[in-house]
């Protein structure tokens, strides 16, 4: 079997060897290690016997590879369509998926949000229509399919279960850039008794977030925010409202050391934040930030050692404490996606292979019932799909230690 060869592998270390290793990584971990208050400048992000001084040297296509079981939610290569955005929840007995599906790669006018549902996670229903069809850009116009002001679009940002109910939201703006003067996150409610989405109103103008409210520990919610300028921010709040937020700024678009891009975040276990920024200046790794303060100021972002394809990513806290995190950690290549463990939250020290051969990207977890289950975009950003991962097959990676 591969997965057991690939075990072996990588424990066929020399004695001595694997003993310098370790002795070298605990000398870096006591002088470098990562503390929202008393160390936030650590570049120190990944670290272990089998990791090299230069993570770009990680040989991530032959990583432990994780099993899991796979399903295509949705495929538009057929028509040159595109799949992106994908977001999980597991509401009401069921998961729920939904992703950006448009006429063409990417985010093009006529744009609109899709969903599916699953008993199981593998099996997925016919998808369906979230938002309505974008101003001026139904597929008649003459705008459809092109990057124009005059067009429009909508773009999938995430499941939200709020009070109970369950919210799809979705951003929109014209079509010619990234992103339009028209930004606003909008927020569509499903509606039990109709079997439809509602528009739920307004979340936040000039807004694109990345992911789904969370709660943080003051109780509120928090997300983050891109504005139409691509100045990165923090939102806190949501609990008067939808509509009811502060904005804190972390990082501005003219920072001449980051293009802060997709940002990600947890909890840590003392209840301080962490955020992570894929960089657009293509440096090659993630860079970090830490709030002690609920989310109303952060230090500024540090690049780490966590190598980065300059792609999105998303991280989660388990229900057993640890962390996961997926991505494309190979230096200019969305291949492959791998999810790596942290014990902590700030330093990771467990890397697995998921899935590759081909583009792959735009990951999302959520975790349900003793599985971890990862949507994500492929062929270029033509397919929505989702690979089911048993918990416990997470041991696979225990080799590494």
Known sequence: MKISHEIESWSEFHPTLLAVLILSCSIASAADYPHPKDNPNSPLMLQGPW?????????FDNLPKIPSEHAVVNDVRLVDGVNQHNYMLHYDGQFWIIWSDGPSVEDKAGQRVKYATSEDGLGWSAPD?????????????????????????????????????????????????????SLELRAFRWNKETKAWDDAGLVFDNTINNFAPEKIPSGEW????????????????????????????????????????????????????????????????????????????????????????TSKFFGLRMSDGRYVMVSNPKPKLRDPMTLAISD????????????????????????????????????RKQSCEVLKIKIEDLKVLDVQQ
């Open 51 to 59: 990791v090299p001084e230069d993570t770009h040297t990680i040989d």
């Open 129 to 181: 229509f979230v938002t309505p069809i974008p101003p001026n850009s139904a597929p008649d116009s003459p705008v459809y399919n092109t990057r124009s002001k005059e067009g429009f679009r909508w773009i999938s940002r995430g499941l939200w279960e709020r009070d109970g109910e369950l919210l799809a939201l979705a951003s929109l703006d014209e079509s010619a850039e990234f992103f339009g003067p």
């Open 222 to 309: 928090m997300m983050s925010r891109r504005s139409y300028d691509r100045n990165v921010f923090f939102l806190v709040g949501g609990v008067k409202g939808l509509d009811q937020w502060e904005s804190f700024p972390v990082v501005f678009f003219n920072d001449p050391n980051l293009k802060a891009e997709e940002p990600g975040w947890w909890v840590l276990p003392d209840g301080n934040l962490v955020a992570l920024f894929r960089d657009n200046l293509k440096s090659g790794y993630l860079f970090r930030s830490f709030s002690t303060d609920n989310g109303r100021t952060w230090n500024a972002p540090v690049k780490t050692n966590f190598p980065d394809a």
């Open 344 to 379: 902590d939250g700030m330093v990771f020290n467990k890397m697995g292979y998921l899935v590759g051969g081909r583009h792959i990207d735009y990951p999302h977890v959520i975790e349900h019932d003793g599985y971890l289950l990862v949507a994500f975009s492929g062929w």
